[in-house]
């Protein structure tokens, strides 16, 4: 989505939010809850933001989603 899109200092880049939600398709889940636990202790996200995306995000067959 195009929320999720933004460019900083020229460079195309995701929201943490989703960054977290399209690591899920690799990374195994306990990393990606040690990365989201990071992101909220370091204020760059809050689990409701997480789950917001998440529940915008969500539809079978979309990567990490079953995951997350």
């Known amino acids: 989505a195009i929320a999720d899109r933004s460019v900083v ?16 398709r690799y990374w195994p889940i306990p990393r990606v809850g040690a990365c989201l636990d990071d992101a909220v202790r370091r204020e760059l996200t809050t689990y409701d933001r997480v ?8 539809r079978r067959g979309r990567p990490g989603i079953r995951r997350m």
């Not at 200092?9 to 899920?24: A, K, N, Q």
């Not at 789950?51 to 969500?58: D, H, K, S, Y």
């Open 9 to 24: 200092r020229g460079v195309p880049v995701t929201s943490v939010e989703r960054t977290l939600i399209d690591c899920c």
């Open 51 to 58: 789950t917001e995306r998440f529940i915008g995000l969500a």
